[in-house]
């Protein structure tokens, strides 16, 4: 059943292009257009031919730190909880917890919003890859055989990981607000100010607040000890964060919704 | 008054719900108990508020009971049992963006039933707009296309709540032979809402009466209407004749209905003749399903 309902989500989502393009693909296009009006611009205005990055895998794990980006997180919140807010705006809880019962839909929405975040994530990272490769090819360099190292695959994907992460996180944070208020407004809003907050105490205070219990900041920690060597303390301090975040949101959105009344969705 | 067996469909027992906080409190059932025989059409009949929708919610898992239980075919409420339970419950809802056919598929697949897809679509009469969006659909459509969401599932049971609501006289006739051949052919169990006393009277074999979340009638249609006869009188003066009789007299048919026995008549046309009144006609009316609503809700109110 969960192969149906999980297909479910995705037909949703595939009849809803907008929100799936502007909360789950903006980003990863949004990324790769910038950086190539960036260099165009560069190119047309200063004359400099744009130069590949050195390691493609380096290039695109630091490409995946657009997960730590308010915009983008506000896109991905409307998106996760435009997934959990239909069935309340419809009134189709109706349809699917006779059926279905109470956990497997809110598994199933899960795993939709994770597939997309996994798509999301890789498109940036192979959209990435490819525009430095496009790069090294006007640069004549295609031949380098340094363009990959094997450190920066481990590197890629503990960037991949900790980003997945930072989302999943987020997303059942998100997901929990709109159950427990029945509302898309009261779970973004939120969600979106503290992601801000987050972001501009990061910017103003550097390393000091990147302990603080909130999972951009987490996700942060971790990037700065992957790429800007920072004491060991902040990945494990981030990633536990993280952990303890999706475990607390799922916890308590699963336990609102198996008791929350459905007598008007 | 409801004796329950392993047998039945559907089962509650001693069923209670309360909504709100503090003064807001309004308790939806109270001490709810009844049974739906297998194989059986089961009509639920109840003024707004008397708790049809409640019980409904409360069977399909949607809403928790404060107090009780429910049974469904002998088993306890989960997955499984409600797997056989096929649902409609108050206005029909579903995603815009989808078509009828979406719809159907995805309810199917959750029960690997997609081989009824087709079928259904012919059966509920929406076949020829099965590849339309919903946001198109009038409101008659979607009773059709909800009837056949509850049916996708092969369910061995299912429950209507209002399941004409919207739907043109055609359509009325239609679902009505519907309800009536699943029982029939398709040895269906159907649990029935629905406010057209009318068609509950014809195609249901038993009948149950809420009032005020609480079990006000219950047994088969014919037993229900057993000496429910009412007297009907035409006056010259029926404004006197309602003043003179109180709460025994309803206006009602271009005369009077009388609350009265065969045995107290000859009195009343005595009372009635000293109050001056002049009768025209005087008669005892067919009992129909709608004079045992209105005896069996008429507290409701008061």
Same mark, same amino acid.
């Not at chain 2, 029960?111 to 509920?124: C, G, N, Y």
């Not at chain 2, 404004?239 to 209905?257: K, M, Q």
């Given at each position: 059943m969960m192969k149906a309902l999980i297909s479910a989500e995705l037909l949703k989502l595939r009849r809803q292009p907008a929100v799936l393009f502007w909360c789950f693909l903006a980003a990863p296009v949004s990324v790769l257009g910038l950086r190539i009006a960036f260099e165009s611009v560069m190119f047309m205005r200063f004359g400099e031919v744009p130069q590949g990055s050195a390691? /493609?895998?380096?290039?695109?794990?630091?490409?995946?730190?657009?997960?730590?980006?308010p915009v983008s997180q506000l896109l991905y919140a409307i998106g996760v909880s435009t997934v959990f807010f239909s069935e309340y705006? /419809?009134?189709?809880?109706?349809? #699917?917890?006779?059926?279905?019962?109470? /956990?497997?839909? #809110? !598994?199933?929405? $899960?795993?939709? $919003? #994770? #597939? $997309?975040?996994? !798509?999301?994530l890789a498109l940036t990272a192979a959209g990435d890859v490819c525009f430095n490769a496009a790069l090294s090819f006007v640069a004549g360099d295609i031949q380098d055989p340094h363009a990959v190292q094997p450190d920066g695959v481990g590197v890629l994907a503990t960037s991949f990981a900790v980003a997945l992460l930072e989302l999943s996180a987020m997303g059942l944070t998100v997901?929990?607000?709109?159950?427990?208020?029945?509302?898309?407004?009261?779970a973004i809003v939120p969600v979106f100010i503290v992601a801000v907050g987050a972001w501009v105490l990061h910017a103003y205070l550097g390393e000091a607040v990147l302990l603080l219990p909130l999972p951009s900041l987490a996700a942060d920690a971790v990037r700065a000890w992957l790429f800007d060597s920072a004491d060991g303390r902040f990945a494990v301090a981030g990633v536990a964060t993280l952990l303890a975040w999706c475990v607390a949101a799922a916890g308590i959105g699963g336990a609102l919704f198996w008791r929350q009344p459905l007598a008007s969705e | 008054m409801n004796e329950q067996h392993d047998c039945d469909a559907i089962a509650v027992s001693n069923i209670e719900k309360t909504f709100g906080w503090g003064s807001r409190t309004s308790k939806a059932l109270d001490g709810l108990t009844l049974s739906v025989p297998r194989g059986c059409v089961y009509g639920l009949l109840g003024a707004n508020g008397a708790g049809k929708s409640t019980l409904f919610r409360i069977i399909a898992g949607l809403v928790r009971p404060d107090r009780g239980a429910v049974r469904i075919f002998g088993e306890?409420?989960?997955? +499984?049992?409600?797997? @056989?339970?096929?649902?409609?419950? %108050?206005?029909?809802?579903?995603?815009?963006?989808l078509t009828a056919r979406e719809h159907l598929e995805m309810f199917a697949g959750l029960?690997?039933?997609? %081989?009824?897809? %087709?079928?259904?679509?012919?059966?509920?009469?929406?076949?020829?707009?099965?590849? +339309?969006? &919903?946001?198109?659909?009038?409101?008659?459509?979607k009773q059709r296309l909800g009837i056949g969401c509850a049916l996708i599932g092969a369910p061995d049971a299912i429950m209507l709540d209002e399941p004409t609501n919207g739907l043109d006289p055609d359509g009325i006739l239609e679902i009505r032979s519907l309800v009536a051949d699943l029982a029939t052919r398709d040895g269906i169990t159907v649990l029935l809402s629905s406010h057209l006393l009318d068609e509950v009277e014809r195609v249901c074999d038993r009948?149950?009466?809420?009032?005020?979340?609480?079990?006000?009638? %219950?047994?088969?249609?014919?037993?229900?209407l057993d000496g429910q006869g009412r007297f009907?009188?035409? &006056?010259?003066?029926?404004?006197? &004749?309602?003043?003179?009789?109180?709460? @025994?007299?309803?206006?009602?048919?271009?005369?009077?209905?009388?609350? &009265?026995g065969r045995d107290e008549v000859p009195e009343l046309i005595v009372k009635l003749t000293q109050s001056n009144v002049r009768i025209y006609e005087a008669k005892w009316v067919k009992p129909d399903l709608e004079a045992v609503f209105l005896a069996e809700t008429r507290g409701e109110s008061q």
């Open positions: 390691d /493609f895998a380096i290039s695109a794990a630091r490409a995946l730190g657009i997960a730590g980006n705006r /419809f009134s189709t809880w109706r349809n #699917l917890v006779p059926r279905g019962g109470r /956990f497997p839909p #809110l !598994v199933a929405k $899960c795993a939709a $919003c #994770l #597939l $997309c975040t996994i !798509v999301a997901a929990t607000i709109t159950i427990a208020f029945r509302s898309m407004t009261a | 306890e409420p989960g997955s +499984k049992s409600r797997r @056989r339970l096929g649902t409609l419950i %108050e206005t029909p809802t579903f995603y815009p963006y029960t690997d039933t997609r %081989e009824l897809v %087709e079928p259904v679509l012919h059966r509920v009469g929406i076949a020829s707009a099965a590849d +339309k969006k &919903v946001a198109g659909f009038s409101l008659g459509m009948i149950a009466i809420l009032r005020n979340g609480r079990l006000a009638a %219950e047994g088969s249609v014919a037993a229900l009907w009188l035409s &006056v010259d003066r029926p404004r006197a &004749v309602l003043d003179l009789l109180g709460e @025994r007299a309803d206006a009602g048919g271009d005369g009077i209905f009388v609350q &009265v």
